[in-house]
T-cell receptor, first 116, second 115 residues
């Protein structure tokens, strides 16, 4: 069975600090996809990134970067020079090929607070 | 496209009443998902459809919950009778392809409170 663990329940930083959100996953599949979603205070879920299990290249998008390491089953998310607008709950999610369809299994979420 | 549209945004109802949540997926998307978010259980998949056909409803908590998708542009999630423990945020999401290969786009959610 698949599982996603986000051990950090809450993180609080001061603006301009770098912050890394951890995500560890469990799956028996060799083919799977990992996602990060952002849930701002307004409540909607905003897609940030999708990564497939065969692509271990790290990705950078502006102040966001993602580090995928299959050896440790981790898919960590770093925000560089954090801003107050980054304050949100961030969810890591997993989708497996062998499940009947494409259900997303979400982690518990990490509440990030960026203080001015 | 306006994105996934859910209605109502907020719903307060009394225990025992029927509640119907509505969703309009993004036009052209083949997959539609219903998720529930609670403090205790986080985000969990309730049911999903492919081309209007329910594929997996194993996440539906009990018989009080039912979902339909009469056409490609509309889906409902019904709770009858509602109970206080059903209070949660219900999200609808849609994806163009099998979600394994594409991301799911989420609606803004319906916050349900059963008193």
């Amino acid at each position: 069975a698949q599982k996603v663990t986000q051990a950090q329940t809450e993180i609080s930083v001061v603006e301009k600090e770098d912050v890394t959100l951890d995500c560890v996953y469990e799956t028996r599949d060799t083919t799977y996809y990992l996602f990060w979603y952002k849930q701002p205070p307004s409540g909607e879920l905003v897609f940030l990134i999708r990564r497939n299990s065969f692509d271990e290249q790290n990705e950078i998008s502006g102040r966001y970067s993602w580090n995928f390491q299959k050896s440790t089953s981790s898919f960590n998310f770093t925000i560089t020079a954090s801003q107050v607008v980054d304050s949100a709950v961030y969810f890591c999610a997993l989708s497996e090929e062998e499940t009947s369809g494409s259900r997303l299994t979400f982690g518990e979420g990490t509440q990030l607070t960026v203080n001015p | 496209d306006a994105g996934v549209i859910q209605s109502p945004r907020h719903e307060v109802t009394e225990m025992g009443q029927e509640v119907t949540l509505r969703c309009k997926p993004i036009s052209g998307h083949d997959y539609l998902f219903w998720y529930r978010q609670t403090m205790m259980r986080g985000l969990e998949l309730l049911i999903y459809f492919n081309n209007n056909v329910p594929i997996d409803d194993s996440g539906m908590p009990e018989d009080r919950f039912s979902a339909k998708m009469p056409n490609a542009s509309f889906s409902t999630l019904k709770i009858q009778p509602s109970e206080p423990r059903d209070s949660a945020v219900y999200f609808c999401a849609s994806s163009l392809d099998n979600g394994l290969n594409t991301e799911a786009f989420f609606g803004q959610g319906t916050r349900l409170t059963v008193v």
